[in-house]
């Protein structure tokens, strides 16, 4: 497979240069950091991961490797790496994305809140005779053994995020054969069907989360400000993916559809957020009526 060399490259450049691509690209990168920073922050600050959906990390992973083999298909005719930075434009924002998403799993587990991992059997009994005193202590010891590292929920997380890794390891090989193996229609071909499975994962990747955060009632460990930089930074992402040598309609999609999604998943966190704030309010002022 023919790649650009640095002589290519050097004068593609010099016939057509574009800062603003540029630019936008490097806004971008540094945009897509930053913005999990505070995500990171309250999950360490809290030393707590509760409210994300474990489903919502996998989708996640699974989406973001089929993105970054897609995007490395697409390119791999019109970049060498190392050699041509704005053509890997594309390519750098979807790993530095990648690299954040799994920082975030990282976080999850670290600081899995252990204390939900109770198993339905394992419910104190009501003190309610001196009889039952006995059997309330017996089941506070297994609800202690429930919320170790082996309780049902902890290893449930465990199982998904085992899954993303060899889901991700599949979409690695895959790409591989396909990148030094196969002819060029058929690249076009894999990489095509890549980009379709991250617009379908991206379909239902907030959807979980949605759902756990409606349950909740509260938008838990979730950052706000991480949503609020990200859902406008979704809808950059795809200008700047859209602009990449090679990429087409399959490569920025998943990005489209994403920020429509986490606009609602932020409505919910904002409204949440505000209800708990006017019921602390008025749970105030009731306390200093009576």
Known sequence: MEEMKWGECYAQHQSSVNPARTGLGLFI??????????????IVRLKSSRGISAEFLLIGCAGGGASLSNIVLLQSTVWTPFVCFENTLGLTQIF??????????????????????MDDESEIVEDTTTQQQQQQLSDAVEITESTTPSGAAYIRALKMINLSILILL?????????????????????????????????????LPQIFETVKL???????????????????????????????????????????VLQFVLLAL??????????????????????
């Open 96 to 117: 530095i994305q990648a690299g954040c998403f799994w920082i975030f799993v990282f976080l999850f587990i670290a600081y899995f809140p252990h204390h939900d991992c």
């Open 29 to 42: 990168i540094c945009g897509i950091f930053v913005s999990y920073l505070p995500q990171f922050t309250k």
């Open 217 to 259: 009632k509260s938008a838990g460990a979730l950052s706000i400000p991480t949503l609020v930089m990200q859902v406008p930074g979704n809808f950059l992402f795809a200008l700047s993916i859209s602009l990449a040598p090679g990429a087409n309609f399959t490569s920025y999609a998943p990005l489209l559809i994403s920020g």
């Open 170 to 206: 599949a979409f690695a090989f895959i790409s591989a054969v396909t990148l030094y193996s196969l002819s060029q229609a058929w690249l076009v071909f894999v990489a095509s069907v890549f980009g379709v499975l991250s617009a379908l994962s991206s379909l239902v990747l907030f």
């Open 269 to 290: 966190c904002l409204h949440y957020n505000k209800t708990t704030v006017v019921q602390g309010r008025e749970e105030e002022r009731e306390a200093l009526l009576d």
